[in-house]
C-alpha cells in the first residue's frame, strides 16, 4: 500500500519516517510550502509533489496531517478538485475531531479515520523516537479500519478503537492529564511565589514529589497512590490550608476547594473510610465561590 501525506509539518514528517523505517512504503508529501515537502521528502526519503494530483495518484491511503483547521477544507479541494479514487482511505491525525469531518470523501467512495497519537510532537527526530512506545486511537469506518490496525500492529504500537461520537472524550481526557496538568504546575508554584520561592527553584524543588507521585500512579494506580492530608483525614490541616491560602488570592482558594473535593471523592473511594471526617471534610471543601462570579476579565 501505498501512502503520501498532505502537510509536511512535525507529524506527518514524524510519521511518515516512523511508517518508512518500519518498511511502508511512503510515496511522499505534498505542503502548503514546497520547501516543507522538501524537507520531509528528503527526512524519509520520499518524493516531494508540487502538484496534490500526482500525491492523491500515488496512494493508496492518503494522510492530512495540515493543522487542525486546515483538514476539512483541504477534503474539500480533493473532493471538489475531483481528486479522490473510489477505495482509497483518507486520515487525519487530530485529536480534536472525528472522523466526520472528512464525511464528504465517503461519497466519493472513499473510507476515512481519525488516527490520534498519544504524544507531544516538538522536535522531529526526537518524535520519531518516542513513537515507539506511542499509544494511538483509532475511529472512523469499518469496512478497512482493519487497514490502519495492522499497521500499528506491524509497527507494535498499541492503540484504542473508539467511536466518533467517544471521539471528544477521550480528546478531553488528554487534554486535562497533559494541558491541565502544566495548569496545576502554575499553581503550585504561584504558592511558592507568594512566599518568595521563584518558578526555577520551585519546580526544582517540587520535582521529585511529582516524579514520585506519577510512579505511584503507575505501580499503584490512583486510589492507592494518594497520600496526603485528605487521604489521612486530616481536617485541621486542610483548615489550614484554606485559611492560609485565603489570605492571599481568593480565585487560588476556589481551585484549592475544588480540587479538594475531587481528591476527597477518590480518597472516600479508597483510603478514608472515617465517615465523621469525610463528612466534616466535605463541609469546608464544598463552600465555594462560583469562579465566574469572581474573577473578571479585562476590559
Ligand atoms: N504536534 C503535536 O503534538 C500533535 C500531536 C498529535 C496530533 N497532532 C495533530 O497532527 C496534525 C498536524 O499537526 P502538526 O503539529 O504536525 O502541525 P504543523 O507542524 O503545524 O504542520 C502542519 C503542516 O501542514 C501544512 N499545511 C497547512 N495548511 C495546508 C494546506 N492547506 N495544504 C497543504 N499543507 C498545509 C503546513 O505547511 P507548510 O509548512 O508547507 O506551510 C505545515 O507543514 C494536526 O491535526 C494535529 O492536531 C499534533
Do not use: W
Given at each position: 500500500?501505498?501512502i503520501?501525506?498532505i502537510?509536511?509539518?512535525k507529524?506527518?514528517?514524524?510519521?511518515?519516517?516512523?511508517?518508512?523505517?518500519?518498511h511502508?512504503s511512503v510515496?511522499?508529501?505534498y505542503?502548503?510550502s514546497k520547501?516543507?515537502?522538501e524537507?520531509?521528502?528528503?527526512f524519509?526519503g520520499?518524493?516531494a509533489?508540487?502538484?496534490?494530483n500526482?500525491?492523491?495518484q500515488?496512494?493508496?491511503?492518503?494522510?492530512?496531517?495540515?493543522?487542525d483547521?486546515?483538514i476539512?477544507?483541504?477534503?474539500?479541494?480533493l473532493i471538489?478538485g475531483?481528486?479522490?479514487t473510489?477505495?482509497?482511505?483518507?486520515?487525519?491525525?487530530s485529536?480534536a475531531?472525528?472522523?466526520r469531518i472528512l464525511e464528504?470523501?465517503?461519497?466519493?467512495?472513499?473510507?476515512?479515520?481519525?488516527?490520534h497519537?498519544?504524544?507531544?510532537?516538538a522536535d522531529?527526530?526526537?518524535a520519531?523516537?518516542d513513537?515507539h512506545?506511542?499509544?494511538?486511537?483509532?475511529?472512523?469506518?469499518?469496512?478497512?479500519?482493519h487497514?490502519?490496525?495492522?499497521?500499528?500492529e506491524s509497527?507494535?504500537?498499541?492503540y484504542?478503537n473508539?467511536?466518533s461520537?467517544?471521539?471528544?472524550?477521550?480528546?478531553?481526557?488528554a487534554c486535562v492529564?497533559s494541558n491541565?496538568?502544566?495548569t496545576l504546575?502554575?499553581?503550585?508554584l504561584?504558592?511558592?511565589?507568594?512566599i518568595?520561592?521563584?518558578?526555577?527553584?520551585?519546580?526544582k524543588?517540587?520535582?521529585?514529589?511529582?516524579?514520585?507521585s506519577?510512579?505511584n500512579?503507575a505501580?499503584?494506580?490512583?486510589k492507592?497512590?494518594?497520600t496526603?492530608p485528605i487521604?489521612?483525614?486530616?481536617?485541621?490541616t486542610i483548615?489550614?490550608h484554606?485559611?492560609?491560602?485565603?489570605?492571599?488570592?481568593?480565585?487560588e482558594?476556589?481551585?484549592?476547594k475544588?480540587?479538594?473535593s475531587?481528591t476527597?471523592?477518590?480518597?472516600?473511594?479508597?483510603?478514608?473510610n472515617?465517615r465523621n471526617?469525610?463528612?466534616?471534610?466535605?463541609?469546608?471543601l464544598g463552600d465555594r465561590?462560583?469562579?465566574?462570579e469572581k474573577?473578571?476579565?479585562?476590559?
Amino acid at each position: 500500500m501505498n501512502i503520501g501525506f498532505i502537510g509536511a509539518g512535525k507529524v506527518g514528517t514524524a510519521f511518515g519516517k516512523y511508517l518508512s523505517n518500519n518498511h511502508f512504503s511512503v510515496k511522499g508529501y505534498y505542503s502548503r510550502s514546497k520547501k516543507s515537502a522538501e524537507r520531509a521528502a528528503d527526512f524519509t526519503g520520499s518524493n516531494a509533489y508540487c502538484n496534490i494530483n500526482d500525491l492523491t495518484q500515488h496512494s493508496d491511503i492518503i494522510f492530512i496531517t495540515t493543522n487542525d483547521d486546515e483538514i476539512s477544507r483541504v477534503c474539500k479541494m480533493l473532493i471538489n478538485g475531483d481528486l479522490l479514487t473510489q477505495g482509497q482511505i483518507l486520515v487525519h491525525m487530530s485529536g480534536a475531531s472525528s472522523s466526520r469531518i472528512l464525511e464528504g470523501a465517503k461519497e466519493r467512495g472513499c473510507f476515512i479515520y481519525s488516527l490520534h497519537p498519544l504524544q507531544a510532537f516538538a522536535d522531529i527526530g526526537k518524535a520519531v523516537e518516542d513513537l515507539h512506545h506511542t499509544v494511538f486511537s483509532i475511529e472512523g469506518d469499518c469496512e478497512k479500519i482493519h487497514v490502519l490496525q495492522e499497521i500499528l500492529e506491524s509497527t507494535g504500537n498499541k492503540y484504542f478503537n473508539i467511536s466518533s461520537d467517544q471521539k471528544s472524550i477521550y480528546h478531553a481526557a488528554a487534554c486535562v492529564v497533559s494541558n491541565y496538568l502544566v495548569t496545576l504546575m502554575d499553581y503550585g508554584l504561584s504558592l511558592f511565589e507568594a512566599i518568595g520561592i521563584n518558578n526555577h527553584d520551585g519546580f526544582k524543588a517540587l520535582y521529585p514529589l511529582i516524579e514520585g507521585s506519577l510512579k505511584n500512579i503507575a505501580s499503584l494506580g490512583t486510589k492507592e497512590a494518594l497520600t496526603g492530608p485528605i487521604a489521612r483525614g486530616d481536617v485541621k490541616t486542610i483548615e489550614g490550608h484554606i485559611e492560609a491560602i485565603g489570605d492571599i488570592f481568593l480565585k487560588e482558594l476556589d481551585f484549592y476547594k475544588l480540587m479538594g473535593s475531587m481528591t476527597l471523592d477518590l480518597a472516600k473511594s479508597g483510603k478514608l473510610n472515617d465517615r465523621n471526617k469525610a463528612e466534616k471534610m466535605e463541609e469546608i471543601l464544598g463552600d465555594r465561590i462560583k469562579i465566574g462570579e469572581k474573577i473578571s476579565l479585562p476590559e
